[in-house]
């Protein structure tokens, strides 16, 4: 951690809204978990299964639900929902995003480009001609924003992050580094030959309060705009082809690919490493298991998955052998039902 | 889309060499699908599955095959190959790649290098000793040309993209940013102890008319050079391993894996977050469907998958079960057969 | 290949250690396979089944074991691990990982940073407020190196790298172009409308000798480090979540994702695109084979997989229905056996 950030436990309490119980004094310079905690360290018990560990917990003050209150003697502060105050926390002893507002000398920032106030364009970073940069964002170092993009208010853009032309990104929004934006859908017309290029004309549109982590794609649609609704949180490496559109609040976490023209909806949960076939419709609330394959639409919240589970790679051997087997291995066991059962 | 781009249809006509049915007066400054077309817009039927739409189409022209040429009352090009002529018509209305040829005063150019004529160099760009750029190549802001590497003419290289040294990159190539080519192939010799590196000596050598997506990574052969044949096209986040040989045409999706020394033939389509693993041969014309893992070698074209599709979790979870016994219950059903059929 | 690297074969036996039978004097200009050698090339026998080249070789030498030393006659490098001799002479003919030490003029390094003795910082790379580099490391064009991040020495770090703020990394440790370390981990606590981001307060310790491909993601910690232990080597576009553990000397190949907080023992190998969830423990020298979804802690050494293997499309889709039907074809069979059987 950088730099010491120190709250005393009452500017916490203040500052996070919720109810102290302890001593308002006490200094606070960091956060911990329950059972690497020292003196000085703020904890929190969200998940009630490590309850066991308030006991021996050496931290100078937990943040809990009211429910535990007498489980510790350290000093408490009271929350309903433990894990949002320790979200909010943690957000108060983060160091800052950048360290200044201004354009750094080495950066490059086309004349008729528009900054707003506050902001920061950090050393060799590019912004094309007749871009704009709201009030208060930083562009990190070597990042690139292309001709005619927009960039709201308070977004982070952090270093070597790409964005193409004509790419329009909502306010307080974060990209990580190796972030691309608008880069070109993958779309050609075979003429017999070989494959011509269609251009793609189209944008990308990302809401509000959007999330993106590194190394992380998002392409411009073919015609029509790529759209990634307000909320959405996308983790690093994650795929998302022309003309998609995520819905609001939605989670994608790593390394999954989004194909062309798919729409998912709110509020779902889509894990690690999936895959998802193009110009489906995914409802709202729909939860998608780690590395599964989704090839049809999902027209119903649920949860959802495919694969085989893990196994020991003879067992395993053993077992797909019977896989290429099972459509003869149903049709035997029919017959075997016919002449046992007579039906 | 950009700064307006206009043409007349008799303009677009001759441009596509297409036949035209309706007024060569017409404006049309883009392009647009059936459903979503306005005045001044140019559409295309492709797939005769729309056909419906056309009658309620508001563009101004639409691009279709003379079987349709009765469908719709609106201007008409004429294509056998609509697809193709939509591809062609996008080209015309894309923004121009770069604004301006020209070496950026902010890029370095080491002075070995060689540019040749009407080459654009972007701000912060880098490139080093003995590197040649081709006539009419842009290379983006930010972007990094290794020593002794060779790119051809008429080639678009994004902002943010790495060209290790002793790289080749033929004509009408486009990089995407974030692209990575010539970085270390993956080669170690355990000494029992620890993992020895082998240093990669060969290159990457990409040809003509190839286009690789954001975030794609072709490494460095380990003695011969890692292939890309032409009119190759790549899409995002994909992983092309060292010595790989990858045939003229052929078309990989996005997020998938090819694994050392694997030849792929000419023609085929790898589809999204396919898995291929390291010295196979795949024959011309293969198609492997999206999340595959390609774990032998294939001698014949054909279509090839793997996986169990998607279930809901609760129905996935009794059969991942089940197929742990899978074995065991093609060993029983034997049996079975062997009592009640004597055979 | 670069620039020529040539030495005697009698100064190749000094410098690997090794027997030599045959001419001292040879020139060698390079490596080459058995195959593919040609006059001036040192060639190598590690894998006993193509000894039948030796016959053919037109290499000036070879390196291969002592039991083989009679199988060709040209000249010979004797050494028991082959391989490893073979990955050592590799190093020989790489060409120098910098040009020069020094501060290029367009790089921006931040007065409180420190940079070692023979340290080269490329151009347009940005070093910002009390970084550390240290001796004989050098950092690529346009790479960055955030506040307070520490490089050991001896470090190649290539072109267009990002390491975050707070930081810190080995000796002898090589990061390719579009790595992200440090970048923050995925958490957020969900309110009931939308996502509060938690700040990500740890950060990433990456041991001695590691060395990561092009395209890698490490994010730092929520509240400690993610730690890469010493001599880990990771491949390409692999995704490495918050608060992960990977056991010195494990190797991850290309596109795998280790979801957070799991720790993977040492001297492991995880196969390409692998999926491993978060939370998990994984033993000391396991193997999982490409493409496997690891689900589950795996308590002891073995080689694991998941998947079903790939078929040609028509037969997989009549498997896959049976797939669905498996857990009712199980109680089927078992009342089949019931009636049959007795049992």
Not at 63 to 69: G, M
Not at 178 to 198: E, L, M, P, W, Y
Not at 203 to 230: F, K, Y
Not at 316 to 337: G, H, P, S, T, Y
Request: hydrophobic share 40%; aromatic share 6%; proline share 3%.
């Amino acid at each position: 951690m950088s730099a010491e950030t120190v709250y005393t436990l009452g500017e916490l309490a203040t500052l996070l809204d919720v109810e102290l119980r302890g001593d308002p004094a006490l200094r606070i310079d960091g956060l911990s978990t329950l059972k690497s905690a020292t003196a000085g360290k703020l904890s929190f018990l969200s998940n009630p299964r490590y309850a066991g560990q308030l006991a021996d917990c050496r931290a100078s003050a937990v943040i809990l639900d009211p429910e535990f209150v007498d489980a510790c003697r350290i000093s408490r502060l009271l929350s309903p929902v433990p894990y949002v105050t320790y979200a909010k926390a943690s957000q108060l002893f983060a160091p800052p995003r950048s360290q200044s507002s201004g354009v750094h000398a080495s950066a490059f920032v086309d004349p008729t480009a528009r900054l707003g106030s506050g902001v920061s364009i950090g050393a060799n970073a590019v912004i094309e001609a007749d871009a704009v940069i709201g009030d208060g964002s930083s562009i990190g170092a070597g990042s690139y924003v292309g001709a005619r993009s927009k960039v709201g208010s308070n977004c982070s853009i952090f270093a070597n992050v790409t964005l193409y032309h004509d790419v329009t990104v909502g306010n307080d929004v974060i990209l990580h580094s190796g972030v691309v934006v608008g880069a070109d859908g993958f779309g050609f017309a075979f003429d017999g030959q070989r494959s011509i290029k269609i251009a793609q004309l189209g944008g990308v549109n990302i809401g509000d309060d959007v999330e993106i982590g590194a190394g992380s794609t998002i392409d411009r649609g073919a015609l029509d705009d790529t759209i990634i609704e307000c909320g959405v949180k996308i983790d690093n490496q994650v795929q998302i082809a022309h003309n998609c559109v995520i819905g609001a609040h939605t989670i994608i976490c790593g390394c999954s690919a989004i194909a062309g023209s798919t729409t998912i909806g709110r509020f779902c949960t889509i894990g690690g490493a999936v895959g998802v076939i193009g110009h489906l419709h995914i409802a709202d609330r729909v939860m998608i298991s780690a590395m599964s394959l989704v090839s049809q639409s999902i027209p119903d919240a649920g949860v959802y998955s495919s694969g085989t589970g893990l196994l020991e790679s003879k067992e395993w051997k053993r077992n797909i052998v019977r896989f290429r087997q099972l459509d003869d291995m149903a049709k035997r066991l029919r017959e075997l039902e016919r002449l046992t059962l007579g039906k």
